[in-house]
């Protein structure tokens, strides 16, 4: 999205404010710790932190490995080397700002429609100034490189995405925090799991790479690894009786993990969620170091993004609560030659200090309550994964009921639908001999109840114990168990039959087809895929037409959508040998009254090589006769442009169909869209 020139003046700002600061303010910790100790790794490179312990150095000052020495060594030295410690703290404060423009890129890569707001937030954030330029932190490090895994996840880059991760953890095992919900994102779905392995190979492989070479040097597991900083975790304890303490941050932390196990399907916004939420308890339950802020910024600031007023205040007043309370408790900088570099507070001064941390902890905590409102349970993929989206697709045998199920797995990926099939509720396997007295369209032979009972509890998101029929072999499977997804298809010759069921549905399809077409498709159907004799098929066709028209036909009364495929010549169906050629066929797509086309016309017309022609039938259903062969380029073109908000639903790498069987997932896709807006906005 283009930046406006306002927004170009604020990113001005934020550059102007930085180099002011790089200029003019010595932070304590760079001029104690951080540029002293970098300043001493040209000659000790065989171990920075020993050699750096053995001239004196205090033992404190840079507890980080391999990542940060490669991030900030080369402009600090080499500003060191060009103009002594002015240049050092120049190439320091430099390396800070080029890291942080490097997380507005990577963040711009998540934020999708929202990158410009998300990355002004950050990078005009009092937690990002003070932090990086007053306080002088380096944790911008270990947060860009968290954030690039997360970047990398959400274009299924997974390797990389591990291995930015395992840089991370090795940069700052606080990253590690993000680790366990990044294994649930994996694991909860079919479609991620298969890229769990190439995502701990990546992780396991950079954390070799950066740990083990540093893990031998005496100084680096002296410095490192014994840091004062984790002990930290625990400083926040209730009593609960002599010398027995809980932990209020583990505990915290382990609930957050526990909500999302039960959550079990994780999409990556729910997956960013947690972890930002993760971080906000760090933030919030610890007397955190300035520089652990910094770790919930990304996080927080997306979420302020998308998020109206309420969440700007919290967003504002949680950061600028934070910068003033550390301001009076933590070092400073030394500014234009002032040295401002002690806290503003005297410690036993806690009067000031403690309002201002209950300022922040209060602005901080209704932040992290509304991310998990909006980010957790307003995220439309936990929604489905409580009351999925669930479709139903009624019409006579041979209609396409299992051909436009697929098209809708195809769309949203098969691991994302639950398939129940109205065939599987037959009373009988195909050799008894009822089927002499009844035919399969009548509800008689049919365990309708079951059927509704099974697709109701899927539609509450509980799991079901059915059997399947074989079509192949004309008989009744083992019980086996369906388990709720976010998407709900439910097909078959009573798919509309119970009314009572029909209001569980958020999209109601009935297949009508020409039955000159059907007869042609069933037949080859039932032939070559099922077994069936030609003579067998015909007779059982002409059985079964009054039990159609009683029984099936009338449900396309309680359809949104009729899709109703016919030839548009009937030489098309003359020979049942010849292959139907897609382009021999039109569809008529009828919408429930009351409906109109708007959204779907301007979108068929807008496909290349589509013919539409609007009409109205009898009873003031709208009509649309469509005849072309569209390329599935243009179906998934045309999908970006009329439900950009579906993507949470759509799969990874949505397969979309050429021809008229594109253009039913497109106009499915429109009423999954609208259901979405009518179930309150998911999204
Ligand atoms: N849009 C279509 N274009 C061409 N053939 C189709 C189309 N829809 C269905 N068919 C074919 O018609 C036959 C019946 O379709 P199917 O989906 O099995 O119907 P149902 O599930 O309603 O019994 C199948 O051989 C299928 O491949
Ligand atoms: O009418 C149908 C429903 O299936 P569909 O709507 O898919 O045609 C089938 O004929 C019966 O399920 C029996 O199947 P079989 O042919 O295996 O005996």
């Known amino acids: 999205m283009g930046l406006t020139r306002h927004h170009r003046v604020l990113f001005g700002l934020g550059v102007v404010l930085r180099l002011a600061l790089i200029a003019l303010a010595l932070p304590w910790t760079h001029a104690r710790w951080f540029v002293p100790f970098l300043a001493n790794v040209p000659g000790h490179f065989a171990d920075p932190w020993g050699g750096f312990m053995a001239v004196g150095g205090d033992r404190v000052a840079f507890p980080y490995g391999l990542p940060y020495l490669i991030a900030y060594a080369p402009l600090t030295d080499l500003g060191g080397a060009v103009a002594g410690l002015a240049g050092a703290h120049l190439g320091l404060g430099l390396t800070v700002l080029l890291l942080e423009v490097a997380l507005l890129g990577q963040l711009g890569r998540i934020a999708g429609k929202d990158a410009t707001r998300a990355q002004l937030l950050f990078w005009l954030s009092p937690v990002a100034l003070y932090v990086g330029y ?71 492989l950079a954390f070799a790479l950066l740990w083990l070479p540093v893990l031998v040097l005496p100084g680096f597991r002296a410095m490192v690894l014994l840091t004062p900083e ?55 339950l610890t007397p955190a170091s300035p520089g652990w802020a910094l770790w919930a910024l990304p996080f927080i600031a997306l979420h302020t993004a998308r998020s109206g007023t309420t969440g700007q205040l919290l967003f504002w007043a949680f950061t600028l609560a934070f910068v003033a309370l550390h301001l009076t408790v933590s070092t400073g900088a030394a500014f234009a030659g002032i040295d401002l570099s002690s806290p503003l507070v005297a410690q036993d001064a806690e009067r000031l200090p403690s309002a201002l941390m209950t300022l922040m902890l209060a602005a901080g905590a209704a932040l992290a309550v509304q991310m998990a409102r909006r980010g957790i ?36 990926g098969e691991t994302s639908v639950t398939r129940l099939s109205g065939d599987d509720y037959h009373s009988w396997d195909r050799h008894k001999p009822m ?61 509309l039959w119970s009314p009572s069921l029909n209001t569980r549905f958020d999209v109601r399809v009935y297949m009508d087809m020409d039955e000159g077409l059907r007869r042609f498709l069933k037949l080859r159907r039932d032939v070559n895929q099922r077994g069936h004799a030609p003579e067998r098929v015909l007779e059982s066709i002409e059985r079964r037409a009054a039990d159609g028209a009683r029984f099936i036909a009338p449900q396309a009364a309680a359809a949104d959508v009729i899709f109703r495929l016919e030839p548009r010549h009937p030489s098309a169906v003359a020979d049942p040998a010849v292959a139907i050629d897609a382009s021999m066929l039109r569809l008529v797509v009828t919408l429930a009254p009351g409906r109109n086309f708007d959204r779907a016309a301007r979108l068929l017309a807008s496909l290349s090589g589509i013919r539409v022609i609007e009409s109205a039938d009898d009873d003031g259903r709208l009509r649309l006769l469509v005849e072309g062969e569209p390329t599935a380029a243009d179906i998934a073109a045309a999908a970006r442009r009329i439900a950009p908000d579906m993507d949470w639903l759509l799969s990874a790498e949505p397969r979309w169909q050429p021809g008229l069987s594109g253009v039913m997932q497109l106009i499915l896709l429109t009423e999954f869209d609208r259901a979405r807006r009518r179930r309150g906005g998911m999204a």
């Open 134 to 204: 007053w306080h002088g932190q380096l944790d911008i490090l270990p947060v860009l490189l968290l954030v690039a895994a997360l970047a990398a996840l959400v274009q299924h880059r997974h390797s990389a995405s591990g291995a930015w991760l395992g840089s991370a953890v090795a940069a700052k095992f606080s990253m590690g925090l993000a680790a366990p919900f990044i294994a649930l994102f994996y694991l909860g779905r079919a479609r991620q799991r298969r890229f769990a392995l190439a995502a701990i190979g990546g992780a396991a």
């Open 230 to 284: 984790t002990a930290k975790t625990f400083s926040l304890a209730v009593p609960i009786g002599p010398w027995l303490y809980v932990y209020v941050l583990p505990l915290a932390y382990l609930g957050l993990l526990y909500w999302a196990w039960r959550v079990r399907r994780l999409d990556f916004d729910l997956l960013w969620s947690f972890i930002g939420i993760a971080f906000m308890a760090v933030v919030l």
């Open 435 to 495: 089927w002499r007295a009844m035919t399969h369209l009548n509800p008689m032979a049919n365990d309708l109840e079951g059927f509704a009972a099974h697709a109701a509890d899927l539609a509450d998101a509980k799991p079901v114990r059915a059997r399947h029929y074989d079509h192949g072999s004309g008989r009744t499977g083992e019980l086996a168990t369906l388990h709720p997804r976010e998407l709900l298809a439910v097909s078959g010759l009573h798919a």
């Open 377 to 412: 349970l307003g995220s439309p993929f936990y929604r489905a994964t409580r009351t999925p989206l669930a479709i139903a697709v009624a019409g006579d045998s041979g209609t396409g009921k299992d051909t436009l199920v697929d098209a809708l797995a195809a769309m949203f």
